[in-house]
């Protein structure tokens, strides 16, 4: 009820944080005096109008709230306020004095009194229970009983016969209310309730250790009751003060292990608390070491970066060696990543390799990189999927996984602020594992290699190698990486052999995977790649704009930088493709603006990757609202080049809306620098069409048509845009269906075959509609309605106009 939230406690802050998702409020209220009056009725068994002034005064002092007024009626009978009368025989009432009795306006003031009258035993049970939590395991407490010294299960079975308790099942019992758990415990004074927790969660702690039994739900039972007795009930014993931080390492860990990262950082962060303040790191080094350096790491995966800071600067000011502090720094790494400061991150992820002994990666165009990438290429070709899958394993595994890591890391530093030099790290993570052996970061390092052999245009060894990585997650049971690895291979290696379709799929399986498994980083990525396919690949703008919209919301309330302005891009785009390049979401609650992301991706930004992406909304915004006057000065296809960017599907993509905008341009302007880029981007298309017929077939036949109709060749360029409508048709891309249809439409009007033209037209409607993009919708129907008028007759229908292209469907013509 309203009035048991208080502003700023956790049940009001859990709900201020949901506020952004649509939910349905129910309003629940006290009971009035008419219903407290049918309640005192029915308990009574006497008419509404004589209980009336009774359930007056009763709903006065209660203020109607359903425990009190329970509470209330049961101490007014057991006080003889409310008695049995035996002439006539009913219940009776002392109106006057229920209405001079001073009664606590606190419920719980009222339960504590009424307890305080049960007898001993009773009361040590209700107090026992307090301290365990609300609900709680009959099994739990038979522990207890035998330290007691009484038998908790019938004392347990008494209170619940007097109402305070309630049997849940056959396992386990609760208190009947919050309230009255709340009474038990605030019997207790409290230095007494702090011993308590301290003396029945060590008790507990040894039957789960000496039980030869792993039980984890009663593990972490015992440690929560030793912390809520917290470092002081220990004062004076230094070597159960070791223990308990010893358990606290033990039962984060485990927590660690289940993805709960926020239960993990209250353990280290109390296990840091029964440390001896001020000595610690001379007196209890290792524990205190392995303590800080895990609750660094949690605190990076809860992206606490002042939490990292703080905590970090202790190891480094502490540690007794540089290896010491290795660990430490790689979550310093990651916290600096998450923020996307990226130059700080690299900064210190260079000072790592200075400690671990490895050099500094070299860029692309170094001799000696190609020279020892094509060494390490040819040494896979001469492997056997079998031997790659069974290679031994490492004997040096604690610093292959941390170096692993830590190049898996500077890969994505790169891709942000220098892709040049992503080729080397990949090269390295190979070279360890082929040197070393094999280790749970193994599958990481050969999907990143399989991307640096794709950019190469080795398309053959770099599938099979990203096939590999998957397939050895599970020889060598790194699950835990699964999501990382699905992240790379879907997007940047199986688009290449793959259905384009078949890969947002598999980014939502490595999306689930890491909310599995806790990793936060590879699980948003999985989600940011799925959205991108879902919206290249054609699929409803409808269901990527609300999708864009809550992914965007997500990244801004768990704070995560990284992602945030591609997935506000997709909304924006998607947006404007449904209603208008000039629409502006009203609210409190917006995303950034087409404008606010366009400053982001200017020319003094240091997200390199982020001004692809948006140079391929630009140019795919150009073409379907023809609209040329925005597109960048440089070109997309040459940017990705020069800087030797790994390709990925909104990349392709935007190379292929690249060429079709040059193309327009160079047919009104004559300008040789856009039939140059267009005729690269038609070459770009020739070359992965070869590789991946069903992703490339019909954007390669669409810009082959776009150059031959500008080179005049129109009768070539109708079978060409015949041929892409039949491809992008078969193969799924209702998007480049209607793009196809369009253009051919256009060009049939212009050769003055209007029946043919109007046909086309109409179908590019039909598959604008099917993709959502209704802003287009409306610029083609206007352009139709400019050309023909309202009065055109349609002689033959728009089935009859496309037979020919689908009477072969399957059967696309190459030029």
Same mark, same amino acid.
């Given at each position: ?47 509404p ?12 002092k ?32 002392d ?44 099994s ?35 208190? #009947? ?58 004062a ?43 000595t ?25 970066a ?13 540690a ?12 310093v ?20 390799l ?5 050099r ?8 000696t990189? #190609?020279?020892?990438?094509q ?16 290679? /031994?394993?490492t004997?040096?595994? /604690? ?79 790194a ?56 919206y ?10 609300? /999708? ?38 009203e ?134 845009y ?72 349609q ?21």
């Amino acid at each position: 009820r309203d009035d048991d939230i208080h502003e700023g406690g956790a049940f009001a802050t859990w709900l201020l944080s949901i506020k952004m998702f649509p939910l349905d409020v129910m309003e629940l209220k006290n009971v009035g005096v008419e219903g407290v009056n049918e309640l005192v009725s029915e308990t009574l068994c006497l008419s509404p109008r004589i209980t009336r002034p009774l359930a007056s005064i009763v709903h006065q002092k209660t203020r109607g709230n359903p425990l009190f007024l329970r509470q209330l009626l049961d101490v007014l009978k057991h006080q003889g306020y409310i008695y049995l009368n035996l002439s006539p025989r009913r219940w009776a009432w002392d109106i006057d004095k229920i209405i001079s009795l001073e009664i606590s306006d606190n419920v719980v003031a009222l339960l504590i009194k009424e307890m305080q009258r049960l007898h001993a035993d009773l009361q040590l049970c209700l107090k026992v229970a307090s301290c365990m939590g609300f609900c709680v395991k009959y099994s739990t407490f038979d522990i207890l009983s035998q330290d007691l010294g009484v038998n908790l299960r019938e004392l347990l079975h008494q209170a619940a016969q007097k109402g305070y308790m309630v049997r849940v099942d056959e396992t386990k019992i609760r208190f #009947a209310h919050d309230k009255i758990q709340q009474a038990a415990y605030e019997i207790l004074p409290s230095q007494q309730r702090l011993e308590n927790h301290m003396r029945f969660g060590l008790v507990l702690t040894s039957h789960v250790l000496n039980g030869g039994v792993e039980n984890d739900e009663l593990f972490f039972v015992a440690v929560h009751q030793i912390n809520r007795g917290g470092p002081g009930v220990l004062a004076s014993n230094s070597n159960q003060k070791d223990m308990v931080a010893a358990l606290n390492l033990r039962a984060g860990k485990r927590s660690m292990e289940l993805s709960d990262f926020s239960t993990a950082l209250s353990l280290f962060q109390h296990g840091i608390t029964f440390l001896e303040e001020g000595t610690c790191w001379t007196t209890q080094y290792a524990v205190s070491l392995e303590l800080f350096d895990a609750v660094v790491e949690t605190a990076c995966a809860l992206n606490d970066a002042v939490a990292v800071r703080r905590l970090s600067e202790q190891v480094l000011a502490n540690a007794k060696c540089n290896d010491d502090t290795l660990n430490c720094l790689y979550a310093v790494v990651k916290s600096l990543r998450l923020a996307f400061k990226l130059q700080d991150s690299k900064r210190v992820a260079f000072t790592m390799l200075e400690q671990l002994g490895e050099r500094i990666p070299r860029p692309v165009g170094d001799i000696t990189l #190609a020279a020892n990438i094509q060494e390490v290429k040819l040494l896979l070709q001469n492997m056997s999927d079998e031997s790659i899958l069974t290679m /031994k394993e490492t004997e040096t595994k /604690k610093r292959d996984v941390l170096a692993l890591n830590l190049y898996h890391d500077l890969n994505f530093l790169f891709q942000f602020i220098d892709p040049k030099r992503i080729a080397d790290t990949s090269l390295r993570m190979v070279q360890i594992t082929l040197s070393n052996g094999s280790c749970c970061m193994s599958p990481l390092a050969y999907a990143q290699f399989a991307i640096v052999l794709i950019t190469m245009g080795d398309t053959g060894s770099g599938y099979r190698l990203g096939t590999l990585a998957l397939r050895l997650l599970d020889k060598i049971n790194a699950q835990r990486y699964t999501s990382a690895v699905i992240a790379l291979v879907g997007t940047l290696v199986s688009w290449v052999a793959e259905p384009l379709q078949s890969i947002a799929d598999s980014h939502l399986l490595g999306y689930k995977y890491g909310q599995r498994n806790g990793d936060v980083v590879s699980s948003s990525l999985n989600y940011q790649f799925y959205l991108q396919v879902l919206y290249f690949s054609g699929q409803s703008l409808s269901t990527v704009r609300i /999708k864009t919209r809550e992914f965007g919301h997500e990244l801004l309330q768990r704070k995560q930088v990284f992602g945030y302005n591609g997935a506000c891009l997709l909304y924006q785009q998607s947006a404007a493709l449904i209603e208008g390049m000039d629409f502006v979401e009203e609210g409190e609650e917006n995303l950034p603006s087409w404008e606010n992301l366009k400053s982001r991706a200017g020319p003094n930004s240091a997200n390199r990757d982020f001004c692809l992406v948006f140079a391929c909304q630009q140019y795919t915004r150009a073409f379907l609202f023809q609209q040329y006057n925005q597109i960048p000065q440089e070109g997309l296809l040459d940017r990705i080049t020069a800087k030797s960017v790994p390709l990925r599907p909104i990349f392709y993509g935007g190379v292929f809306f690249e060429g079709l905008v040059s193309f327009r341009l160079a047919r009104q302007t004559d300008g040789e620098e856009n039939r140059r880029k267009g005729e690269a981007a038609l070459v770009f298309m020739r070359n992965w069409a070869k590789c991946n017929k069903w992703n490339f077939e019909n954007k390669y036949l669409l810009l082959e048509a776009e150059m031959m109709n500008f080179s005049g060749y129109h009768d070539q360029a109708c079978q060409l845009y015949e041929d892409a409508i039949r491809s992008s048709n078969e193969h799924k891309f209702v998007h480049e269906e209607a793009m196809g249809s369009e253009l051919a439409a256009s060009l049939f009007f212009e050769m003055g075959r209007h029946q043919k033209s109007y046909s086309f037209y109409l179908h590019s409607v039909d598959c604008y509609k099917k993709w959502g993009a209704l802003a287009i919708v409306k610029r083609v129907e206007n352009d139709i309605l400019y050309k023909f008028g309202s009065g055109f007759v349609q002689v033959e229908s728009i089935d009859d106009s496309l037979a020919s292209i689908f009477a072969q469907k399957g059967s696309s013509k190459r030029r």
